[in-house]
């Protein structure tokens, strides 16, 4: 594979998925670990992505005051506009992170009065901007590269709430895997999460259809509602539609 066949495709998966490792990008272009360091090395270089150990993050996931890049903008605004209509004024949210959450937020009536709840640092600023609705941020030790707050005690207290729902941003999403993970500490905050709302509702865009994580995080029968930029009908998500899941 040519140098520029590797970079489009660690960038493709670093748009799907946020976060890409060094091993996997291994495997998966069967080439040497030098050669993928060098990779990410010259992509880090031309600004189009932040390396880390063990791999590197995109630079749209990772959240700054003056970031607005997004991947797919239209298909996440649009998936923000059917999710939207599921929320109602006096209802407790929870809100894992990601862009489409943050799109989301961006199109909150003026006049809704709900309850947020989340252990996303970015998702926190963002509805700290919305007049009327309450602002509860769950923190601990933050995981710098989801900027997300994790372990026992964020644990501890999402396992005490009772929320109407859990609006989860999906990494990746397979009709027999469910939805899956990289990283244990968030897989363990995401868990709590869904055991915490009465309803989940997946929010994802297609690319993350049928693609599969290492770590799950839940089975597709936990799955309530899955909100997508597809229409309900479309044949990607029969899999989906066949297990009863309410698609948006």
């Not at 010259?42 to 630079?59: M, N, P, Q, T, Y």
């Not at 970015?122 to 989801?146: C, D, Q």
């Not at 397979?174 to 709590?192: N, P, Q, S």
């Amino acid at each position: 594979m040519l140098k520029q066949e590797r970079h489009a495709f660690i960038i493709q998966q670093l748009n799907v998925h946020n976060r890409v490792y060094s091993t996997d990008l291994q495997t998966r272009l069967d080439v040497s670990e030098d050669t993928i360091r060098r990779d990410l090395q010259e992509l880090a270089e031309d600004g189009l992505l932040i390396k880390v150990h063990g791999g590197a993050v995109s630079k749209s996931f990772h959240f700054t005051l003056s970031n607005n890049k997004v991947y797919l903008p239209e298909e996440k605004k649009l998936i923000a506009r059917k999710a939207v209509q599921l929320i109602q004024s006096g209802m407790v949210i929870l809100l894992t992170g990601g862009t489409t959450i943050r799109e989301l937020i961006n199109i909150l009536p003026a006049e809704l009065t709900a309850t947020f709840i989340t252990p996303s640092v970015p998702i926190a600023l963002e509805l700290m901007n919305h007049p009327h609705s309450e602002v509860i941020f769950i923190g601990n030790k933050l995981n710098k590269h989801a900027q997300m707050a994790v372990g026992a005690e964020v644990n501890r207290q999402l396992g005490s709430i009772r929320a109407d729902l859990c609006i989860l941003g999906t990494n990746a999403l397979d009709a027999t895997a469910g939805i899956t993970e990289t990283a244990w500490d968030i897989i363990e905050v995401k868990k709590e999460l869904i055991r915490s709302a009465d309803k989940l509702v997946s929010i994802a865009i297609s690319e993350k259809l049928n693609t599969i994580q290492p770590l799950q995080v839940c089975s597709t029968n936990e799955i309530d509602i899955l909100v997508t930029e597809l229409d309900p009908q479309d044949p990607m998500l029969k899999p989906y539609r066949e297990q009863g899941i309410n698609l948006l």
